[in-house]
């Protein structure tokens, strides 16, 4: 799966005096401090550390030491609140270093997320969650419309939406994507889906490893498909047998099937397809067996 592409031009480029007025001195002080006094920002996006790699980096800082400073705020009781840096922070804890070489910036309280915020989402390895959820907070809580966010962060306001309306999927299918069950281009096919059907489709990806671009074929064939027609087959309980018709169907086709009854008693069975390849793959399927 691709990595998550970043979406910031840095902090100077975003955060101008025009819009939004973060209030840093013009230089950072620098400093060695406590690691014992530094603590994370709780209201940061990042949920997720991994911690093989954090592991990596605590043995490049045995070897190197800490290259790149911390950025820390100084806090009212005295400690030390990370703008940025954690993972160098967690990792120097795992590498046994007292200190920390630490940017001290002057900045408001009410600015302080804002800045956490926009450098944790320019980052590459948030997954697409993590992204939206920083993406709201920052309209949230700096006031920005998507047009104005768009252009704080260098991003089309199209990818600025697409983001934002993953948060707008059910739980589990926002758990599959954090999880890396499912890439954000499945997400944003399963989110064309009505609502009603969209676990639905999640979990039909999932169990055939199916491609974004069958996940948009299949999608449209939902939206395609009489809604009178997908009532019945829904709502109408068919015998046991046919359930395990279908599992063995299944087993050859590994595509979408379905048994439709007519009322007089007879009925058929519909066997999905994506293109004129899966014809080949079904035919080379039934050679194999014979």
């Keep these: 799966m691709k990595p998550q592409k970043g979406l910031g031009r840095g902090l100077d480029a975003i955060f101008g005096t025009e819009s939004i007025d973060v209030k840093v001195k013009p230089m950072s002080r620098m400093a060695e401090i406590e690691i014992a006094d530094i603590v994370p920002n709780p209201t940061q996006p990042r949920t997720r550390f991994d911690e093989e790699a954090l592991d990596e980096l605590a043995d490049s800082i045995r070897q190197l030491g800490v290259i790149q400073p911390v950025t820390v705020k100084r806090s009212d009781d005295g400690k030390y609140i990370i703008i940025s840096g954690e993972r160098r922070w967690r990792a120097a804890q795992r590498a046994d270093l007292k200190t920390l070489p630490a940017y001290i910036r002057e900045v408001d309280d009410e600015n302080l997320h804002a800045m956490a915020l926009v450098e944790n989402i320019q980052r590459q390895d948030l997954n697409a ?162």
């Design 129 to 290: 969650i993590e992204i939206a959820l920083g993406l709201q907070r920052l309209i949230d809580e700096c006031h920005l419309t998507q047009d104005a966010l768009s252009e704080k962060v260098g991003k089309k306001r199209s990818s600025i939406s697409n983001y934002l309306r993953l948060l707008k999927l059910p739980d589990e299918v926002q758990f599959a994507l954090k999880e890396g069950l499912i890439s954000m281009g499945h997400a944003k096919a399963i989110a064309g889906a009505p609502a009603e059907q969209q676990l639905r489709v999640l979990k039909r990806c999932i169990k055939k490893a199916l491609s974004v671009r069958q996940v948009e074929e299949l999608v449209r064939a939902l939206a395609e498909a009489p809604a009178r027609e997908e009532r019945q087959a829904e709502d109408e309980e068919y015998p046991e047998s046919y359930s395990r018709l279908v599992e063995q169907l299944e087993s050859v086709f590994s595509e979408d099937i379905s048994i439709k009854r007519s009322k007089n008693g007879g009925g058929k069975i519909v066997i999905g397809f994506g293109d004129d390849r899966d014809i080949e793959q079904f035919i080379e399927r039934f050679a194999n067996r014979s």
